[in-house]
């Protein structure tokens, strides 16, 4: 079992940035992928990073350039760096390990 645990969320303006941490515990030597995912009002979730233990990185189209993975090993958390955000970045973001653990998500809404 894995348990994960967002926090970061929040209101932001057009422009600014958040970054969002997912701290994770539990088997996580088991662990391939590391990922976030976002799921707007109305909308199915969709991907937004997911980075494999080899170091192979996926970003959707809509975020490319302006958020970042990054990843602290010691002490088993993973980032979101999300820079130049824009209203349809308005969503609930889930950190997932392998696609079959979640957490429960946190809320970051872009609006002035």
């Known amino acids: 079992q894995v348990q994960l645990v967002e926090s970061g969320g929040g209101l932001v303006q057009p422009g600014g940035s958040l970054r969002l941490s997912c701290t994770a515990s539990g088997d996580l030597a088991k662990v391939s992928a590391m990922g976030w995912y976002r799921q707007a009002p109305g909308k199915q979730r969709e991907l937004v990073v997911e980075?494999?233990?080899?170091?192979?990185?996926t970003y959707a189209d809509s975020v490319k350039g302006r958020f970042t993975f990054s990843r602290d090993n010691v002490k088993t958390v993973v980032y979101l760096q999300m820079n130049s955000l824009k209203p349809e970045d308005t969503a609930v973001y889930y950190c997932?390990?392998?696609?079959?653990?979640w957490g429960r998500g946190t809320q970051v809404t872009v609006s002035s």
């Open positions: 980075v494999h233990k080899s170091g192979q990185s």
């Open positions: 997932t390990a392998d696609r079959r653990f």
